[in-house]
Structure formats: structure tokens, C-alpha cells
């Protein structure tokens, strides 16, 4: 099984600051990677897929990089809405998918 | 567009089942590949199972294997998660969630809105 692991566990900035998650993977996913944003109460939303392909109707602020074992997720400038918990998950050998533990993303 | 609409919550006591629901409206759900995902309290996300359209088959997480049950009702377009010998560890909120695409695709893109199971004496 793939472990996933995400840093920082929580990561505190300022709005209209750029915020850049990590996302590595035990071993290679190749980019069969994906985002997603968690909001308190709320379903999962899918933010990037491929690693690197934003979903539809996802802003472009949201931006996707890397592949093999070494992603990052990146906001480009952060609006109050995009606080909240973000996970990834790889997808490239299943079963089982696997995510991340996830990185809360914090108003400094 | 997909909608997920799921069964509402649940308490039940240790050793007993749960059987959750997810209606869908806007496709049917043949043309769907269906999966659930779990959340404990404060915790992340885990992969129960799901349909895997590339041998037509429904796989589960080794962890489930022979407690969990996904089925679905294509007359009534909704899909069922039952999880038997229910412990504590069970509580959770559980997710039927979508996987894009006629293949394999490995990603969710479309969530019901979960549904909460407590396990308790």
C-alpha cells in the first residue's frame, strides 16, 4: 500500500498570501495524483486531478505540480474562502487508493 | 450534473449493521462508478471500495474484506454500503462518492453529502 504523506500538518497565512502544501508518496504515482479541499461539515471537493489538471470550475489560483513521489499544491493568493483542510490522494496502484493525512490551512 | 444524496444518520450498538444509502439524480447509475470513503471524527479519509469498470467488478479494502457489502439498485438508480460486526472504531462518516470517466480513473469528482454512523453501547 502507497503511503501518503502531507506537510505541514497545519500551515497558518496571511489572506492574499501565496500558500504551497506538500504531498509525498512512498513510492512513485507517476501524476496520478489528486487534490482536494475539506471544509468543517462538508464533502470533500476534488480541486486537481493528474496532478496538475484543475476540475471544473476550480479558480485558477489553484495550481497543481510534480510528479513521481514529490507534489505540491499551490494558492496563489489566498481568498477567506480557501480556508480550510486539503488532502491528496494517489490513485496509480489500487487497490486501495490512499490519502494524505491532511494539511490545515490556517488564517495567520 | 451529479447529485448524491445519502441516507441519514445512524447510531447503532457494537456487533449490530448499518446499511447506507446514495440516491443519484442526473445520471443513472449505471453510467456511474460508485466507491465509498470514511472519515472518523478529527481524522482523514479512507478507501472502503467501489466499482471497478474495468472487469465490471466491485473491489474492497483488505481491511473490509468480508465486513463490507456495496450493491446497487439500478431500478431505483441507488447504491448501498452495509458494514456488519460494528465496533467503536467504526464511527465515522461515510461518503459514496463518484469515479469520472467509462474506465478506471482513480480520482472522486462527485460526493453525497455524508452520512454519520455511531457506533455505541
Known amino acids: 500500500e502507497i503511503v501518503m504523506t502531507q506537510s505541514p500538518a497545519t500551515l497558518s497565512v496571511s489572506p492574499g498570501e501565496r500558500a504551497t502544501l506538500s504531498c509525498r508518496a512512498s513510492?512513485?504515482?507517476?501524476?496520478?495524483l489528486a487534490w482536494y479541499q475539506q471544509k468543517p461539515g462538508q464533502a470533500p471537493r476534488l480541486l486537481i486531478y493528474?496532478?496538475?489538471t484543475r476540475a471544473t470550475g476550480i479558480p485558477a489560483r489553484f495550481s497543481g505540480s510534480g510528479s513521481g513521489t514529490e507534489f505540491t499544491l499551490t494558492i496563489s493568493s489566498l481568498q477567506s474562502e480557501d480556508f480550510a483542510v486539503y488532502y491528496c490522494?494517489?490513485?496509480?496502484?489500487?487497490?486501495?487508493?490512499?490519502f494524505g493525512q491532511g494539511t490545515r490551512l490556517e488564517i495567520k | 450534473q451529479v447529485q448524491l444524496v445519502q441516507s441519514g444518520a445512524e447510531v447503532k450498538k457494537p456487533g449490530a449493521s448499518v446499511k447506507v444509502s446514495c440516491k443519484v439524480s442526473?445520471?443513472?447509475?449505471?453510467?456511474?462508478?460508485m466507491h465509498w470513503v470514511r472519515q472518523a471524527p478529527g481524522k482523514g479519509l479512507e478507501w472502503m471500495g467501489g466499482?471497478?469498470?474495468?472487469?465490471?467488478?466491485?473491489i474492497y479494502a483488505q481491511k473490509f474484506q468480508g465486513r463490507v457489502t456495496m450493491t446497487e439498485d439500478t431500478s431505483t438508480d441507488t447504491a448501498y454500503m452495509e458494514l456488519s460486526s460494528l465496533r467503536s472504531e467504526d464511527t465515522a462518516v461515510y461518503y459514496c462518492?463518484?469515479?469520472?470517466?467509462?474506465?478506471?480513473?482513480?480520482?472522486?469528482?462527485?460526493w453525497g453529502q455524508g452520512t454519520l454512523v455511531t457506533v455505541s453501547s
Open positions: 466499482f471497478d469498470p474495468e472487469d465490471g467488478e466491485t
Open positions: 490522494q494517489q490513485y496509480n496502484n489500487w487497490p486501495p487508493v490512499t
Open positions: 462518492a463518484n469515479q469520472p470517466g467509462f474506465g478506471y480513473s482513480g480520482y472522486f469528482d462527485y
Open positions: 442526473g445520471y443513472t447509475l449505471t453510467e456511474l462508478s
Open positions: 513510492q512513485s504515482v507517476s501524476s496520478n
Open positions: 493528474g496532478a496538475s
